[in-house]
T-cell receptor, first 114, second 114 residues
Framework: GNSVTQMEGPVTLSEEAFLTINCTYT??????LFWYVQYPGEGLQLLLK?????DKGSNKGFEATYRKETTSFHLEKGSVQVSDSAVYFC?????????????FGSGTQLTVLP | EAGVAQSPRYKIIEKRQSVAFWCNPI?????LYWYQQILGQGPKLLIQ????????DSQLPKDRFSAERLKGVDSTLKIQPAKLEDSAVYLC????????????FGPGTRLTVL
C-alpha cells in the first residue's frame, strides 16, 4: 500500500535557523509528491510539489527534491521566519498526473521563535 | 480566483444528532474530495467525486455518512447519527479534472460531538 512517514514533531527553531523536515514514502506506482502547510485555524495550502524523480519543488524559500533511490522528499529552508510557524504535511498521489486521493503523513508542527 | 468555500466553519452537536456540511469548489473544477482530519493526524479521504459521479467512497462509513454532488458543482456531506469519534475537521478539496493531481483545500469545518 501507499504510506508517508514524517519526522516527529514538534520542532522549535530560532528565527533565521536552517530547517529540515524529513519525509519518506512507500508507493506502488509512480507518485507525485507534495508539501502542504496548515496555519492555525486554516485549511491546507499547497506549498510545493514534484512529479518525477530528481525534480525539485520550490516556493517561498522552501525546497524539496524527489529522491527515488531513497524514497524521500525532505523539506528544507535556509532561514526560517516567525511567520513560517505552522504544521507541515508531506503527501503523495500514487499516480502522477491523475486525480486520486492524497495519502498524508501525520504532520510536523514547526514553531519559530523571534 | 475564489478558493474552495465551506460552511459552517464550526459546529457543535450532541451524539446521535445529525449534521450537514457544504462545499463549493473552485469554479470549473470537476473533481471534488471530502477528507476527515482527526486532531494530530493527516487528512484521510472519505469520498471523491468526478463531476456528479462517485469515483472512490471505499473509506466512507456508509452506515452513517452520506455525500452528494447532484449538479456536479457544490457538495453536501452528512452524518446521521453522529458519534463521539466523528469529532474532527472535515476538509473539502477540488482539482481541475481527472488528469490533474494538485488539490486545493478549503478552510474546513470543525465538528465537535459531545
Amino acid at each position: 500500500g501507499n504510506s508517508v512517514t514524517q519526522m516527529e514533531g514538534p520542532v522549535t527553531l530560532s528565527e533565521e535557523a536552517f530547517l529540515t523536515i524529513n519525509c519518506t514514502y512507500t508507493a506502488t506506482g509512480y507518485p507525485s509528491l507534495f508539501w502542504y502547510v496548515q496555519y492555525p485555524g486554516e485549511g491546507l495550502q499547497l506549498l510545493l510539489k514534484a512529479t518525477k524523480a530528481d525534480d525539485k519543488g520550490s516556493n517561498k524559500g522552501f525546497e524539496a527534491t524527489y529522491r527515488k533511490e531513497t524514497t524521500s522528499f525532505h523539506l528544507e529552508k535556509g532561514s526560517v521566519q516567525v511567520s513560517d510557524s505552522a504544521v507541515y504535511f508531506c503527501a503523495l498521489n500514487p499516480f502522477s498526473g491523475s486525480a486520486r486521493q492524497l495519502t498524508f503523513g501525520s504532520g510536523t508542527q514547526l514553531t519559530v521563535l523571534p | 480566483e475564489a478558493g474552495v468555500a465551506q460552511s459552517p466553519r464550526y459546529k457543535i452537536i450532541e451524539k446521535r444528532q445529525s449534521v450537514a456540511f457544504w462545499c463549493n469548489p473552485i469554479s470549473g473544477h470537476a473533481t471534488l474530495y471530502w477528507y476527515q482530519q482527526i486532531l494530530g493526524q493527516g487528512p484521510k479521504l472519505l469520498i471523491q467525486f468526478q463531476n456528479n459521479g462517485v469515483v472512490d467512497d471505499s473509506q466512507l462509513p456508509k452506515d452513517r455518512f452520506s455525500a452528494e454532488r447532484l449538479k456536479g458543482v457544490d457538495s453536501t456531506l452528512k452524518i446521521q447519527p453522529a458519534k463521539l469519534e466523528d469529532s474532527a475537521v472535515y476538509l473539502c478539496a477540488s482539482s481541475l479534472d481527472a488528469g490533474t493531481d494538485t488539490q486545493y483545500f478549503g478552510p474546513g469545518t470543525r465538528l465537535t460531538v459531545l
